[in-house]
């Protein structure tokens, strides 16, 4: 397999007494597809949140291309920007247009000139399905699904090694979600590589190259989607994808 670009090694949260993350390990190679899987509060997305650094890790080591990020005088704003995250909240820029939410980071925090910013951000918004015509639009006026794609296009712009995405559908009306999974689909297969915490099982189970099922701040098992959504090891993955594909 290719090289990793993230070693997670022993990795522990708590927020005060509760401890939602207890001792999770786990490598992400380049160009793999991963799908993390579980019931609500499972930790899967304080685990997203602690690769990407927006919550602080209590214990463990996060290596980037074999560095550990947590040691102390590493340079987090460039770490960062390698991880490109999408949230169930899209959270846009609301006063600014769909073209400009695509270029601000571009431009503040790469430092790239304009003209550059403003041909890559168009180029990821067309991968996404949104033409020119909704360039000039505020968020306002895009259903939820469009404003994820506006997210995905702008998470894109700032060339991430790995885009992470927490319940990206979540928020979404049922119609809307086809849009953004069918977006992500076409993301996968372009070699992209995805850490994905989601429900939709289907859209895990046909993009991934890897499941893991997380289950009280572990990773209770993992494996390919043919081994974790038909012959399942752990009592505690067969309980819930029985309640979760009935």
């Known amino acids: 397999m290719s090289n990793p670009i993230l070693e997670i090694k022993h990795l522990k ?20 597809v991963i799908s993390i899987i ?5 930790g899967k997305s304080t685990f997203l949140r ?16 074999g560095e ?10 460039a770490y960062r920007e390698k991880l490109g995250m999408v949230f169930q909240s899209f959270n846009l820029f609301n006063n600014l247009n769909v073209l400009e939410n695509a270029v601000v980071a571009q431009t503040t925090v790469l430092k790239r000139e304009r003209a550059e910013a403003e041909t890559i ?15 000039a639009a505020k ?3 895009l259903s939820g699904g469009q404003k994820q794609r506006v997210a995905i296009a702008r998470a894109l712009s ?21 849009e953004v999974l069918k977006t992500m689909q076409e993301l996968a297969h372009s070699g992209l590589t995805m850490i994905i915490v989601t429900h939709e099982m ?19 098992e993992e494996g390919t989607p043919e081994q974790i959504f038909e012959t399942p090891t752990q009592e505690r993955t067969k309980e819930f994808l029985k309640r979760f594909l009935g």
């Open 13 to 32: 949260k708590s927020f005060g007494q509760n401890e939602v993350l207890k001792d999770i390990s786990m490598t992400i190679h380049q160009g793999e």
């Open 38 to 42: 579980g019931s609500s509060g499972s």
């Open 50 to 65: 602690s690769i990407n650094l927006l919550e602080e890790p209590t214990a463990g080591e996060i290596l980037f291309h």
């Open 68 to 77: 550990n990020v947590l040691e102390k005088g590493y340079d987090l704003t």
């Open 121 to 135: 951000a168009k180029e990821n918004l067309e991968k996404v399905g949104l033409g020119k015509q909704y360039w």
């Open 139 to 141: 968020p306002s006026q």
């Open 158 to 178: 700032v060339n991430p090694e790995a885009l992470l995405f927490d319940e990206p559908t979540s928020a979404l009306d049922p119609e809307m979600v086809g």
């Open 202 to 220: 289907e859209f895990a189970r046909d993009v991934s190259d890897r499941v893991i099922f997380m289950d009280k701040g572990v990773i209770a």
